[in-house]
């Protein structure tokens, strides 16, 4: 097996010198009925050639090269060429988690930036780390809101991702956490005087999306006055983190939990993508995940370690903060490395770009079918009401365009009828815009 | 540092390398933005009150800059590429060059997860292919690959045991947890709702039956083990323990995190286990990344499937194949989408590139060089445990301690060595742990190189503590002040004028 540094000859020597005969002696401490006696019945070992072959065909059967006009809390952003070129060194993507941070400070700066940039992005005071993603991100926000104001309900806007919203009521099931969810009015915004009503002396916080799922940017300030005046915390989410070039950051908030992977992170059907939490300094010792902190060594140089870890369950077993070991840091490497491209201007620039063609997109979809939710500012996003039905005009725009169009909205939101959600980036041409508004209009 | 006889390195590299922002000055970039071919819009209209202000203040740097800056800071890191990276329960195996090619082939790299699952077939068939492969290796029924993570497999393998009790009437109160568990199984079952119960070992380092057989009632929804355990013990007992579970209605997790040396050899489904994770990223080849991203697909007998996460990928009798989401007993959704798809992608280039006969190999070599670690050690440190050693094994700073050298300080030194420490006082159960975990990927020339090391540091432990004190040596930095940075937290960079 190539992966194997092994000769026979070496084997057998080690074997000598352990005091075996044979290797299988070493599995003595599995009883002989659980042994397997077999070959595993998978395909046989392949070359690299036909792997590669393998996954080529696979690859080919996904509408390769096909317009997205898709985002729905995965964005099709231009990833630049540095970030793969820098990630497969493999000190980077062959080492893990810096718990010995003298051979580690690569990695362990890197996050000391990347925590940096979040806090500069989202205008919140510190970040973690990095979590799973954008969805259970959010769900321990939530979680974490609940541990701060030692209240136990939650309520979550309609407007927020429908997977989102599932994962939090996963996550809350057991922990005695009723959820509730607040609708949304006319505008596509959270619905101010339900959500007025909706509040209680046992709610933790309030979640919302912002921009939220149909495009929509929320009113932050407003929202936040009426959660903080009951006493809640306000969790903003952010599935779209371009957006944040250009909108206001929601520093109204006192968790932002942001999924980053519209900063040169793949679609890769779906994953992996990083999350992260921001918040206010004072609860720091709330926040789940790693933290890393600057100190010095021993000589008074500066150099950054892991810190706080007396949250986390290597410690704290079944009191700690979550049950999060793994995080992401590569691909929040990743956004780290992206962030740094685009820099200060060019964040601004390329999200402007994306409003630019998203008015674009509205407006040509909107010329014969019905673009929903207007009377409030969208980025990237927005939702489209069609005579014909959406799921028909999707197949058209695979079939016979090669487009892969808005996704149909009746699942998560039967009373919205025949709508669904369109996204454009700086990657979508104005040819494939006027071809989906020409099918759309059909 | 004493000029020693250190056959692997002399130093590391290391040039000085500021902050990313520290390198920043106005107007430099390391972009150009594609031509607009549509109309440009005034921000300021479209957004209203929601525009933005002040720009967040990120780098400006040129791409010379970013490619130098991660290029030097990545040589102050260790990694697998540079040599044996023993960390026990972590599994630092080579990660293969053609996973990260195919999963970054533009039609899976670039596949939107809400795309039609007709141009999604790619996609679906290396999730379905990966799915009953591992089902094959663990020796289960059914598996969801959405987990992101180990622990994030563990809360979806406790939520189906809560969900599959609770079918039956009574999701019962707790779970057992040995002493020798990684912090997550208490930190997972917490978050299910329910109170742990610690499962005290026996002198051999396994399962105390009697205390199991005490402890076991029909408040016990069940048993998280680790199995080889954190010691890099296989527990024999394995089907007494099920069976003790199971007479009384409980259930046997097993946390697949020490997979590694089992894989081809004896399958969890086998020997009683009703519901597990998979680290792919540990067992599976995937990278480490510096600390993710992992997956933890999660996979289960039979009586546990209705209640997998939803959509799991079935296949149609014309081959086609699709997400089911009509799972009306599923515990719900762990993660948005369907996992860490690019894991999937590399996992699954791993066991094609393996086979029956290389996985079985893999797993002999595992074993093997952890008992040639423990056979060369053995006398030289102290093995608490006389039980066989599996993938990994754990000795104590025992014969250390008298010279006041505990297994912190002796793994600061082995960093001087050329090699990244063990793990650290960890499992709690050995006081002064050094768990060591070499994986099938060191050659005998490395094993012998770190071999060498320890000998060499047990002696300078005795001849000069001061030096294995004091060190590393040959690091950028030396000895970091952890306590500083906890008392006083600095989590992020801020310009010095502000």
Redesign the interface.
Known sequence: ??????SPA??E???G????AK?DE??????A????TR????????A?S???D?????????????S?L?G???Y?HYR?L?I???I????????????????????L??I??F???I???TGM???N??M?????GAAEAVMMAMRVTGRGEAILARTV?P??R??I???A????MPLSEVGFTENGRVDLAALDKAITPQTACVLIQSPNFFGT?EDVAAIADVVHAKGALLVVSIAEALS??????PVEADIVSLEAQSFGV???????Y?GVIATREKF?RQIPG??????????G?R???L????R?????????T??????????A?MV??Y????????????A??N???A??ARKALGAKSKVLFEGA?RFNEFVVQTKGNAEAI??RL?DEHNI?GG?PLKKYYPELGEASLWCAT?LT??AA?DAAAEEVGR | MSDKNIKKVSSHPSQNEGLIFEHSSPGKKAYRLRQLDVPTVDAAKELGSALRGEAAALPEVSEIEIIRHFTRLSTWNYAVDYGMYPLGSCTMKYNPRVNEVVARLEGLAGAHPYQPEAAAQGVLRVMKTLADQLIEICGMDAITLQPAAGAHGELTGILLMRAYLESKGNPRKKILIPDSAHGTNPATAAMVGYEVENLPSDPSGMVDLAALEAQMNEDVAGLMLTNPNTLGIFDAQIGKIAEILHRKGGLLYMDGANMNALVGKARPGDFGVDVMHLNLHKTFSTPHGGGGPGSGPVACKKHLEPFLPKPIVVEGANGQLRLDYDRPQSVGRVRAFFGNFGMHVRALAYIMANGPDGLRQTTEDAVMNANYVRSKLAGIYDLPYATPSMHEVVFSDKLQTKNGIKTGDIAKRLIDYGFHPYTVSFPMVVHGALMIEPTESEPLEELDLFIDAMKSIAEECASEPELVKGAPHSTRLSRLDETAAARKPILRWKPETK
């Open positions: 097996m190539r992966y194997l540094p092994k070496e084997r020597l080690m074997l010198e352990i005091g075996v290797v070493l599995f003595a401490p599995i009883p009925e659980f042994r397997l070959d595993l019945a998978i395909p046989p070992q392949m690299e036909e792997i590669v393998w996954f080529r065909e696979r690859a080919a059967e996904n509408a390769n090269g096909a997205i898709l729905a809390g995965a099709n630049p540095v793969d070129s820098l497969s060194r493999g000190e980077w993507f062959t080492a893990y988690t810096p718990y010995q941070p003298e051979i580690a400070q690569g990695t700066q890197a000391f930036e925590q940096t940039m806090c500069e992005l005071e510190v970040a780390a990095s799973y993603d954008g969805s259970t991702h997977e989102y599932e994962v009521a996963t996550y099931k057991y922990q005695g940017i944040l070039g250009i909108v206001k950051p793949p679609l890769s059907y779906g994953g992996p990083a720091i790693r933290l890393c902190g600057q100190t010095v060594d021993r000589n140089k150099g950054f370690v810190t706080l870890s007396t986390e369950q290597h410690i704290r077993r079944e009191k700690a979550s049950n999060i070991c793994t995080n992401q840091a590569l691909v490497l780290n490395i962030m740094d491209v685009y820099g200060k201007n060019g964040l601004r620039e390329l402007e770009q409003l630019a063609k008015a674009y500012p999707r197949k695979l892969i996704l700086e041409s104005k815009l």
